[in-house]
């Protein structure tokens, strides 16, 4: 992958019901378009808040997804696994920890995250390492 093709975009969130709309939005943006979305998860918690989520929102429907570690051809892929299940070119690192550049994602989303010191400082090593490796950087 040459990340110079490439873009991350950071939403940043200062609150977390922002962060929940941002996800959803994003996930309903690219569902409608029918591309393959892969989130990132760090651990179970988060793998089965997001599952809810995206069955309980928006209010009047849901959006359809699976959990998965294996390969699948699901538009919406929740996993914790670094691999890229679903051959999607859109990624939403919600693990603070960074995901794997072997893949050609053309947009990775993440999280510009106010939200606690913790995650401020997690978000700026993230910020600095996406930077760092070349990629386009836009900032919403």
């Known amino acids: 992958m040459n990340p110079k093709n490439n873009k991350v975009i950071f939403f940043q969130i200062k609150d977390v019901k922002s962060k ?12 409608e378009k029918k591309e393959h979305l892969l989130i990132q998860v760090q651990d179970d918690t ?4 997001v599952d809810e ?6 209010k009047e429907s ?10 699948t051809s699901d538009f919406i892929v929740i996993t914790k696994s670094k691999n890229n299940l679903n051959k999607a ?5 919600l ?8 893949h050609k994602y053309k947009i990775i989303y993440d999280f510009d995250d106010f939200t606690s010191e913790t995650k401020k400082q997690k978000s700026k090593k993230r ?14």
């Open 46 to 49: 988060a793998l089965k808040f």
């Open 62 to 71: 849901f959006l359809p997804h699976i959990i998965s570690d294996e390969y």
């Open 53 to 58: 989520l995206l069955w309980k929102t928006p």
């Open 89 to 93: 070119k859109y990624l939403f690192n």
């Open 20 to 31: 929940l709309i941002k996800l959803i939005q994003t996930c309903l943006y690219h569902f």
């Open 95 to 102: 693990s603070a920890d960074l995901i794997n550049f072997n």
């Open 127 to 140: 910020f600095e390492i996406y930077r760092n490796l070349g990629f386009k950087i836009e900032s919403y």
